[in-house]
T-cell receptor
Framework: KNQVEQSPQSLIILEGKNCTLQCNYTVSPFSNLRWYKQDTGRGPVSLTI?????NTKSNGRYTATLDADTKQSSLHITASQLSDSASYIC????????????FGGGTRLMVKP | NAGVTQTPKFRILKIGQSMTLQCTQD?????MYWYRQDPGMGLKLIYY???????DKGEVPNGYNVSRSTTEDFPLRLELAAPSQTSVYFC???????????FGPGTRLTVL
């Protein structure tokens, strides 16, 4: 069964600090891995998307890494801001009809001043 | 572009009632999806469509129906609402299956 596990479930950090969120997956056949940011009461918004051959991808202060051998990904947030408070969702796409997505449960990040 | 729009934003239903959740996108995307998100859980795919006239079941289709008569619209129908269908429903679209999905703002549904 395709699964995506994220850790930690929740995290509180001080403004300006860095943090790293983890994602482990068992999805086959693998197509790509995405990180989404979901603000409270809103739909998810894409941050990065990585295919099998990509190890790292950045989007401003967000840097995602992918190790396709160990089936792990991380999202690193640099110099956190209050607006980074949100849920971060790891999503893995299978290479099948409709490119089905398997969603992780998310990490809820709170950035405090 | 308005992107993906969903109506209503909130709805309370009684057990056994029916309703249709509307989803429209103005980006001419071929692929459209319906997800539900339960508290603290990942999104689960209900139904998806790869183009007008074509729909297929996702992971949790029971209790729901969809239609795709146009590229723009992908309504989700609940025929006999049950408390287990209390959730937040998100519609999404993408030009191709492997591309980034664009999500609507969600519909929060409560069944009492």
């Amino acid at each position: 069964k395709n699964q995506v596990e994220q850790s930690p479930q929740s995290l509180i950090i001080l403004e300006g600090k860095n943090c790293t969120l983890q994602c482990n997956y068992t999805v086959s056949p693998f197509s790509n891995l995405r990180w989404y940011k979901q603000d409270t009461g809103r739909g998810p918004v894409s941050l990065t998307i990585m295919t099998f051959s990509e190890n790292t991808k950045s989007n401003g202060r967000y840097t995602a890494t992918l190790d396709a051998d160990t089936k792990q990904s991380s999202l690193h947030i640099t110099a956190s801001q209050l607006s980074d408070s949100a849920s971060y969702i790891c999503v893995v796409s299978a290479n099948n009809a409709g490119n089905m997505l398997t969603f992780g449960g998310g990490t809820r990040l709170m950035v405090k001043p | 572009n308005a992107g993906v729009t969903q109506t209503p934003k909130f709805r309370i239903l009684k057990i056994g009632q029916s309703m249709t959740l509307q989803c429209t996108q103005d980006m001419n995307h071929n692929y459209m999806y319906w997800y539900r998100q339960d508290p603290g859980m990942g999104l689960k795919l209900i139904y998806y469509s790869v183009g007008a006239g074509i729909t297929d079941k996702g992971e949790v289709p029971n209790g729901y129906n969809v239609s795709r008569s146009t590229t723009e619209d992908f309504p989700l129908r609940l025929e006999l609402a049950a408390p287990s269908q209390t959730s937040v429903y998100f519609c999404a679209s993408t030009p191709r299956g492997a591309d980034t999905q664009y999500f609507g703002p969600g519909t929060r549904l409560t069944v009492l």
